[in-house]
């Protein structure tokens, strides 16, 4: 299979000559058939350059969702049993998107709600103003075993686990791609960091994303920069082009490992006996919890041993406690010169020396 391209033509004809279960990850940013009537103008009068290209407009509601299903479908072939799919929308279209989704027998894993911190006004003052769109990630099947890059989502988001709503701004700036004039490139271009946050969340270094509405080329671009391979459809030939070129522009990130997001029930399994057969920490060596309150003794086996207890590191962490469970390799700490240092510091010198 052909991995880094770009194509032009129909994506439903493009996906069939992909082998089936090829790509690892779909993003999808399909038309929304937004059904605009008249041009929006702004209160001095000058013309929002909204979405009103033909590829976003559709003979009623049948006719789009004969489309969506079409390309759903072609999607769910080339998906690996292991891989996931994200699309995006509005509330034109992404409610039609979902349960056309779950008729496919795609399971919805999460929607995710993109805020966009400088959203465009309701010039009209007749409703709210539109400041979110949906994303919608779904696996192939109820128990697949999909890639979610937990640890990472975490660390990406100051340590805290990642909530399904996601404060981003709009594409804008020197990210906004402009064409000779100085007009948008594309009206509907996605901000990188949006892709950044789908990509690194639901795949590995190497692994494949397909857009097959790839327009000017931000999932490919995303991808290229974090070390997957990228196929993007595109049916303009103006858009591919400008795809083109962007990706031209973009640099591969040269070490894998600063992509890599493994997580940490992959890495490798590090008993605390190793530490003391490795003589890091030596039999009797007291060790102290954070505020050193409690404070437990190294046994030769690679136990603890408190005042009345003996047991792991997250026995005898747990039981100075009073807790029903520790986490012994952060609970725990050694002294270096007057101060505590986690024993897990220990673990990852081991780990990093497997590695």
């Known amino acids: 299979m052909e991995v880094n391209v770009i194509k032009v033509g129909d994506c439903v004809e493009l996906m069939s000559e992909l082998p089936e279960g090829s790509v690892d990850m779909i993003f999808a940013d399909p038309p929304y058939n937004l059904q605009l009537e008249h041009e929006l103008l702004r209160p001095n009068q000058t013309r929002v350059a909204g979405v009103d290209d033909d590829w976003d407009k559709f003979d009623g509601f049948a006719a789009y969702d004969d489309f969506t299903r079409a390309w759903l479908g072609a999607a769910r072939r080339v998906l690996r049993a292991d891989g996931s799919l994200w699309v995006i929308g509005s509330y034109h279209n992404i409610f039609r998107v979902g349960a056309i989704l779950q008729d496919l027998e795609y399971w919805i894993l999460n929607d995710v709600i993109w805020r966009k911190t400088n959203p465009m006004p309701n010039f009209r003052g007749r409703r709210f103003t539109n400041a979110h769109e949906t994303l919608i990630w779904a696996a192939k099947a109820r128990r697949a075993r999909y890639t979610f890059n937990y640890d990472a989502m975490k660390s990406l988001n100051d340590d805290l686990q990642m909530r399904s709503d996601w404060l981003i701004p709009i594409c804008g700036g020197g990210e906004r791609l402009k064409d000779a004039d100085g007009h948008k490139a594309h009206p509907a271009q996605k901000p990188e960091a949006l892709l950044h946050r789908a990509i690194l969340a639901a795949t590995k270094p190497g692994q494949v994303v397909l857009d097959p509405f790839l327009g000017s080329g931000t999932t490919a671009a995303v991808a290229k920069k974090l070390g997957r391979g990228y196929i993007g ?91 029903p469970a520790c986490n012994g390799w952060q609970f725990w700490c050694f002294d270096v010169e007057g101060k505590l240092v986690p024993i897990d510091l220990l673990r990852e010198k081991i780990r990093a020396e497997m590695n």
């Open 233 to 323: 459809f595109e049916r303009d030939p103006g858009y591919a082009e400008i795809a083109r070129a962007r990706l031209g522009r973009v640099r591969r990130v040269d070490d894998l490992s600063l992509v890599d997001t493994p997580s940490k029930r992959e890495r490798p399994r590090v008993p605390f006996g190793t530490l003391v057969e490795r003589g890091m920490l030596e039999p009797g060596t007291v060790l102290y919890s954070p505020n050193r309150r409690w404070s437990a003794r190294v046994r030769a086996d690679g136990t603890l041993i408190s005042a009345d207890f003996k047991g792991s590191i997250h026995q005898v962490g747990a039981h100075v406690q009073g807790a």
